[in-house]
């Protein structure tokens, strides 16, 4: 696998299902995905994305939709923001089709909370710039990872 980063990694299966997972499908629906999915050596993150999102919709069009619209990334606490708003880098907005001031998700474990998203270049492409009070309402801490999901 290629990462963005444009490090080399082995494709982990065990990973695929957990980020299945993640997007809300069943333990089982996810280990059968995932024996779907066979990517080649030097695949990127973002192929192998389509790639399980297809798979996905075979089996269910909403979970597909809910994949491919879910990131991960580590949230970073910023003492200039206001509840309920976060920074992305416009990379990772453009990359998921939206625009700043749209809204978003947030989620770790069972606790989620409500965003509307802006643009920053100061966000670095795999975090979310949070204020310290919706960090606290998901019970994290700063580089906590947190899964975000794009309303569309």
Not at 55 to 61: D, G, H, S
Not at 75 to 82: E, H, P, T, V, Y
Not at 91 to 102: N, R
């Amino acid at each position: 696998m290629t990462k963005r980063s444009g490090k080399l990694e082995e494709f982990d299966r065990r990973k695929l299902e957990e980020s299945i997972r993640k997007a809300g499908a069943s333990h089982e629906t996810a280990r059968r995905v995932a024996e779907r999915i066979n990517p080649p050596e030097g695949t990127s993150t973002d192929e192998l994305r389509r790639m399980v999102s297809h798979e996905l919709r075979r089996e269910n069009a909403a979970l597909s939709g809910a994949y491919a619209s879910t990131r991960s990334l580590r949230a970073r606490s910023s003492s200039d923001l206001k509840a309920g708003v976060v920074l992305l880098h416009e990379d990772l907005l453009k990359q998921h089709g939206m625009t700043s001031g749209q809204s978003a998700y947030v989620v770790h474990m069972d606790r989620r909370t409500d965003v509307h998203v802006r643009s920053a270049e100061s966000a670095r492409p795999a975090e979310i710039l949070m204020s310290g009070s919706d960090l606290e309402r998901l019970g994290v801490s700063d580089g906590t990872r947190v899964n975000v999901r794009f309303k569309t």
